[in-house]
């Protein structure tokens, strides 16, 4: 079995994941990147994308990660999410309905629309989106710890 | 003596205050309870990032949040309630905020109604605000007013901000506190730096982006985390406030309204006693 570190997923409202993992891959602001057990120290930035998880044991679990702070030390990794999900846990009509409004901003840029802001909001939508249109793919994917 | 009828007004009006005490002290309790959990949570993510600063500042300070200034204009953060009825909280934020310096040393980045009031009538200057805050923080208002304080320190308008705020300790505890907000000063950097990331006799750590970019991220996010769990703070503390001035204020009104249930028995007694008397009396006049 490969070896293991732990994990913790925290936003500022609710920790969103904590368990031992095999590996991950995080959305880094400069291209993803994976993190392995024994991994050097740390601190990368991430941006709006997918985080990708392999627990103990094999399974896989997806997060759907608008923007953050991933800290690798010796004693393991902690993300530090803006905001985070894990793909069960997206509410796709939610999403949906803040992606259509996002594209209308958009589309419309009415005076006074922070056009940077909409940008962001239909990047996170269309993130959650395809993370949660993603779940349950490979084998013993599993609820998040 | 007074009158039955003008007592059993009083229970009545005694009464209906009882009622919107215990009212709003459920609803204190209630927001204390989110209060808490939430709180929790906010420690937990403003204690790793906390962790995460110090362990960065311990390689580089190439950040404006990170250099100590020699200048002496200071902003203090003070967070408030919007309204009162919730005893000395208040009171005893704003009597720790003038500690900090008179109206020409320190302008006032009020949160909450409250302190927008009464520094304003000191002659603070409010250089900014979130009102009003409500029982349940927005983070999004809060995130806001945190890349507000630090643009106006990058932009070198002040040179020190620091935060007088109520912290919660658990049940009714709560305590007043100062920090400094910024220049951000690890507490003694590298001291920590063991028990993390820099392992001892290691002192690279991978950056990306590579430093200094990533302090950008790094510190927008410390400051906001930082205001956050300050105000998450209050706000719990706040609440907690309120339900213990509630709690006294109805187990006042209770007693007052036994006191005044016996006053009212004593005249209703007395007026039977005295019709009693007169119609004895008269009785006994015409007998």
């Known amino acids: ?145 | 003596m007074i009158s039955a009828k003008d007592v059993k007004n009083k229970i009545r009006t005694v009464q209906s205050i009882e009622q919107i005490c215990r009212a709003m002290k459920t609803v204190a309790a209630i927001r204390l309870r989110r209060a808490e959990q939430r709180l929790e949570t906010m420690r937990l993510y403003a204690g790793a990032i906390q962790g995460l600063v110090e362990r960065l500042a311990a390689v580089t300070q190439d950040h404006p949040f990170l250099q100590p200034r020699d200048g002496k204009r200071k902003a203090m953060v003070l967070v408030t309630s919007d309204r009162g009825l919730c005893g000395g909280y208040n009171a005893n934020a704003v009597r720790r905020a003038l500690e900090e310096g008179g109206p020409e040393q320190v302008a006032v980045i009020a949160v909450g109604r409250r302190g927008v009031a009464q520094m304003q009538r000191r002659g603070y200057r409010i250089a900014d605000r979130l009102v009003p805050l409500g029982g349940e923080p927005d983070p999004y208002q809060v995130m806001r007013l945190a890349d507000r304080i630090g643009r106006l320190f990058s932009a070198g308008e002040v040179d020190e901000v620091s935060a007088v705020y109520t912290a919660f300790h658990g049940g009714t505890r709560s305590q007043m506190r100062r920090e400094v907000l910024l220049p951000v000063t690890p507490r003694a950097a590298g001291a920590d730096a063991s028990r993390g990331l820099l392992a001892p006799g290691t002192g690279d750590v991978i950056c990306e982006p590579p430093l200094p970019g990533l302090l950008e991220g790094v510190m927008t996010r410390y400051l906001r985390a930082r205001l956050a769990a300050i105000v998450q703070e209050a706000s719990a503390s706040e609440h907690a406030a309120r339900v213990a001035a509630m709690t006294a204020a109805s187990d006042n009104a209770e007693e007052m309204i036994r006191s005044l249930t016996l006053a009212y028995n004593k005249a209703r007694q007395a007026g039977i006693t005295k019709e009693l008397t007169e119609i004895v009396g008269a009785s006994e006049a015409t007998a």
């Open chain 1, 1 to 145: 079995m490969p070896p293991l570190y732990d994990l913790t997923i925290v936003s500022a409202d609710r920790v969103v994941y904590r368990g031992k993992v095999e590996s991950l891959v995080a959305p880094g602001a400069m291209g993803s990147f994976g993190v392995l057990a024994h991994h050097a120290p740390m601190v990368a930035e991430l941006e709006t994308g997918e985080l990708d998880v392999v627990a103990e044991g094999g399974g896989r679990v997806s997060f759907a990660v608008s923007g953050g702070l991933l800290e690798v030390t010796w004693s393991g990794v902690t993300v530090l999410a803006d905001s985070a999900e894990a793909a069960e846990e997206i509410d796709v009509d939610r999403a949906a309905a803040a992606e259509q409004r996002a594209e209308e901003r958009l589309r419309a840029r009415p005076e006074g629309v922070d056009t940077a802001r909409a940008e962001a909001a239909l990047k996170r939508a269309l993130n959650r989106l395809r993370v949660a249109r993603r779940k349950g793919r490979g084998p013993g994917a599993s609820e998040n710890g």
